[in-house]
């Protein structure tokens, strides 16, 4: 039986991500990252393979990221039970598009930033429970289509500001199992929905922090852990701005997180690549979970982290009518293969 403190479930018998998998595209293979990625895409837009939009390059490139991580899990998409994913197009249609060819039952997901987490957390609770034995959790996003659907289109030429962020062309996936060999989740926090009053798009950070501290915030009183019992706290994509933020709450609220990590800051340089203030997307936390945190992980070189991925839950038609962006962040508690889950 899971154990309830707070908001989060704590697993007695913790289920595992046994195989994982991320994809990027070209901004991706100029990162920090680029080494860890399974494939690496120059042409984001797909045109070779058919695609005629950047929307259905995204779908693509979620697709072969599934298509890996199961490969490396040495089972085929017909003997995936449930998959839970997500992206930043209108009614989760990357996703959508993926699962119409892989023909998976599917739960689609729409939380923003914040996606890979959130079926990270609902595919452990489902194989924790015996509901599922082979579950996929995935999410996607597409420098070009986000722009295009939240912002101006490329054509347009906008000057993007200093706290821009640049959202990532990749996807991530990770398969759980109710047990056997892989990384253990050992818990899942569901966040609550937090609105700072930010009315800005173009600084997706100073909305998404207070959702991560309040998360943090949360789990830290539901289980009495503090940050130091961790060896890193990543959260998803709050990039400089929101990784600032972020540490000036937790300071003000007595819980320094001096071994915290932001995803939008590891997957690019963000000095030198022109990406302002660090990288976005659903794509990206997700990205960064499969390429760096796992295999370090599954290496020993991390016995226990906490992962948080942060959304910021506007949409095209909100943002003109002048509301403000609410955001929302998940967390998953993380161990090592060799037992470093804090029991």
């Known amino acids: 039986m899971a154990i309830r403190r707070g908001d989060t479930v704590i697993?007695?018998?913790?289920?595992?991500?046994?195989a994982w998998a991320a994809v990027g595209g070209k901004k991706e293979s100029e990162g920090p990252l680029a080494a860890s990625f399974d494939e690496l895409v120059q042409d984001a837009s797909f045109a070779s393979q058919g695609c005629k939009s950047w929307e259905q390059g995204e779908s693509l490139l979620q697709e072969r990221c599934a298509r890996r991580c199961l490969d490396k899990a040495g089972i085929t998409p017909e003997e995936v039970e449930l998959a839970f994913a997500g992206d930043l197009q209108?009614?989760?249609?990357?996703?959508?598009?993926?699962?119409?060819?892989?023909?998976?039952p599917f739960a689609g997901l729409y939380g923003a930033c914040s996606t890979m987490t959130e079926g990270l957390c609902l595919g452990a609770m489902a194989a924790a429970a015996g509901y599922a034995r082979q579950v996929l959790a995935m999410s996607s996003s597409h420098f070009c289509a986000a722009e295009r659907e939240f912002r101006t289109p490329l054509e347009y030429g906008g000057k993007r500001t200093t706290t821009a962020q640049w959202t990532a062309t990749a996807a991530g996936a990770c398969l759980l199992r109710p047990s056997g060999s892989g990384v253990p989740v050992l818990s899942a926090t569901i966040g609550r929905v937090c609105d700072p009053q930010v009315m800005d798009i173009n600084n997706m950070g100073a909305a998404m922090a207070p959702a991560a501290a309040a998360t943090l915030?949360?789990?830290?009183?539901?289980?009495?852990?503090?940050?130091?019992?961790?060896?890193?706290?990543?959260?998803g994509d709050l990039g400089q701005v929101g990784t600032e933020l972020l540490h000036e709450m937790m300071q003000s609220a007595h819980h320094p997180i001096p071994n915290h990590r932001d995803c939008g800051c590891l997957i690019y340089d963000v000095e030198g690549q022109n990406v302002q203030s660090g990288g976005s997307g659903a794509g990206c936390s997700a990205a960064v979970l499969a390429a760096y945190v796992l295999p370090k992980l599954m290496s020993g070189e991390y016995r226990r982290v906490l992962f948080l991925s942060t959304g910021a839950l506007m949409s095209q038609t909100t943002f003109l009518q002048g509301e403000s962006i609410p955001g929302i962040a998940h967390c998953?508690?993380?161990?090592s293969p060799e037992g470093g889950n804090g029991k």
Do not use: K
């Open 11 to 18: 697993f007695s018998h913790p289920p595992v991500i046994a």
């Open 332 to 335: 998953i508690e993380l161990g």
């Open 217 to 235: 915030l949360a789990y830290f009183s539901g289980t009495g852990t503090r940050p130091e019992d961790f060896d890193a706290v990543f959260t």
């Open 90 to 104: 209108a009614q989760c249609t990357a996703s959508n598009y993926t699962m119409r060819t892989l023909n998976i």
